[in-house]
């Protein structure tokens, strides 16, 4: 019972929706009062909204090195507008080289000539032909499958 109490008053301490009734509840016993009045104490003990002292910014200044005062500007943030301009730039004539590669060949023979257009859907000529003859290249395992040698 008790460990009903304490869930009820931790979820409307904590800001979590929970009906009334059951605060009314919890709240009518004198445990759950106690229990509201323990939690209240628990968040002041460690509550951290404390700056610390002057004298701890004295007493630190003697230990810790001094750090050159800013003049306000950036140096980094200059540069980051240079390489994002860059970054497009690349991309942008990334994109347009290979769309142009694409849809013409720029494939040039040896002498310098061009090829002629691309057919991406005809294969391309053999420069060599490889022939296998059956029972000397490869054999038919009684599976059926063509074994290679």
């Not at 003697?62 to 980094?76: C, E, F, I, W, Y």
């Not at 200059?78 to 390489?83: C, D, H, K, L, T």
């Not at 849809?103 to 057919?119: E, F, H, I, M, Y």
Request: charged share 25%; hydrophobic share 40%; no cysteine.
């Amino acid at each position: 019972m008790e460990e009903q109490l304490e869930l009820v008053v931790s979820a409307y301490l904590d800001g979590e929706p929970v009906e009334a009734a059951s605060v009314l509840a919890a709240l009518d016993t004198e445990e759950g009062r106690q229990v509201l009045v323990d939690f209240v104490r628990l968040r002041l003990v460690v509550r951290d909204d404390e700056s610390p002292r002057p004298e701890f910014y004295g007493r630190m200044r003697g230990v810790m090195p001094t750090l050159p005062a800013r003049s306000g500007r950036r140096p980094r943030g200059n540069i980051a507008w240079p390489i994002a301009a860059a970054l497009a730039a690349s991309l942008a004539i990334g994109f347009w080289t290979g769309s142009a590669f694409t849809t013409q060949n720029v494939a040039r023979s040896s002498r310098g000539q061009s090829v002629g257009p691309l057919k991406p859907d005809a294969p391309p000529k053999a420069v060599r032909v490889i022939e296998f003859q059956p029972g000397v290249d490869w054999h038919q395992s009684p599976s059926g499958q063509e074994i290679m040698r």
